[in-house]
């Protein structure tokens, strides 16, 4: 099985500042079909998770262009250019080469 | 606009069964892949189960396996998940989702096992 682990698991950020979160496979997540199914999912207090990237670096429809993903192979990185209050919540990192994991979760709080 | 509902969640004793459904409109469910996440009380994302388009493959977590079953009804828009011999781990928050990258999530439906 694929293991994901996030760092940092919480991340206090001023608002109008960066925020960044890493995510490590245990194992490549380059799929048979070349693509590299690695995503990102926001989960608001109280509400379902909902897709935010896919592929690395797509951006879902609706989602702001202040989120973006980036990295290959085992490593990967989600930020957020200027964290606004909306973004409070957990943050998980989701693989669908095979099957589907997730990471532990980053609680993104303001400071 | 694409919309996913659960429902049969409850509350049920340890050994029992639920059946759970997902209705999905605003899209063509027939063309899919969906699956099943749990999301136990204050703790993270945990697959369970997935289903191709057609309803000819399945899969399972370990956890789930031969206890729970995926199925699907293409002419009614509707995905299922049977329970049988529930567990107090298997307590949780259950949410269907669109495709093979999840992409649409349902509002969820909690399932409680308890005496």
């Known amino acids: 099985d694929i293991v994901m682990t996030q760092t940092p698991l919480s991340s206090p950020v001023t608002l109008g500042q960066p925020a960044s979160i890493s995510c490590r496979s245990s194992?490549?997540?380059?799929?048979?079909?070349?693509?590299?199914?690695l995503s990102w999912l926001q989960q608001r207090p109280g509400q379902p998770p909902r897709l935010l990237i896919y592929k690395i670096s797509n951006r879902f429809s609706g989602v702001p262009d202040r989120f973006s993903g980036s990295g290959a192979g085992t490593d990967f990185t989600l930020k957020i250019s200027r964290v606004e209050a909306e973004d409070v919540g957990v943050y998980y990192c989701?693989?669908?080469?095979?099957?589907?994991?997730f990471g532990q979760g980053t609680r993104l709080e303001i400071k | 606009e694409v919309q996913l509902v659960e429902s049969g969640g409850g509350l049920v004793q340890p050994g029992g069964s639920l059946r759970l459904s997902c209705a999905a409109s605003?899209?063509?469910?027939?063309?899919?892949?969906m699956h099943w996440v749990r999301q136990a009380p204050g703790k993270g994302l945990v697959w369970v189960s997935r289903?191709?388009?057609?309803?000819?493959?399945?899969s399972y977590a370990d956890s789930v396996k031969g206890r729970f079953t995926i199925s699907r009804d293409n002419a009614k828009n509707t995905l299922y998940l049977q329970m049988n011999s529930l567990r107090a781990e298997d307590t949780a928050v259950y949410y269907c989702?669109?495709?093979?990258?999840?992409?649409?999530w349902g509002q969820g439906t909690l399932v409680t096992v308890s005496s």
């Open positions: 605003g899209f063509t469910f027939s063309s899919y892949w």
């Open positions: 989701m693989q669908a080469t095979q099957f589907l994991t």
């Open positions: 989702a669109r495709g093979g990258q999840a992409g649409y």
């Open positions: 194992q490549s997540l380059v799929h048979s079909d070349g693509n590299t199914y």
């Open positions: 289903i191709n388009s057609d309803g000819s493959s399945t």
